[in-house]
């Protein structure tokens, strides 16, 4: 039998208290959301701003990042028309993202966590999302 390491809620904290003070650090109101290792939602938070249109595409970046195991940046090259993974997105009832903000949590080589961040560009989505995913490590070195 294997044991697999597990992200904790206290851990989800820290993920969801750094993005979120990223977000505010960069001007754009986001919505975060934070899976376990197989994908199932353990936190989400909409900042005042955050678009309400994006709080599903949030969800469904962590969902891809954590049960892929690659980030949804990766994807939106291998997904692209003419790619390996072409079509892709339209798995999983369509919540398979390809578009950059999901991040997997790897800890010790090992998957723990996804993030995913929306509302702003792709590109301050993923910044907003590599702030929580730095955090936790961080945390868990010291």
């Known amino acids: 039998m294997r044991m697999a390491q597990k992200l904790t809620l206290d851990d989800a904290r820290v993920m969801m ?41 949030a969800i469904s970046k962590a969902f891809t990042a954590a049960a892929a195991r690659k980030s949804t940046r990766d994807y939106g090259v291998a997904g692209a ?15 398979f993202m390809i ?15 996804g993030i995913g961040c929306s509302s702003g560009s792709p590109d301050q989505d993923e910044v907003v999302a590599q702030a929580g995913l ?9």
């Open 17 to 57: 208290a750094a993005a979120e003070a990223k977000a505010v650090e960069i001007g754009v109101d986001m919505d975060i959301a934070i899976t376990d290792d197989n994908g199932s939602l353990l936190m989400f938070h909409r900042m005042d701003g955050g678009r309400i249109t994006s709080i599903d595409v």
């Open 81 to 95: 028309a003419g790619g390996p993974a072409f079509g892709i997105h339209t798995s999983n009832q369509g919540r």
């Open 99 to 113: 578009v950059p903000g999901g991040l997997p949590v790897f800890v010790n080589d090992e998957i723990v966590a």
């Open 134 to 142: 730095d955090a936790l490590l961080a945390s868990l070195a010291s």
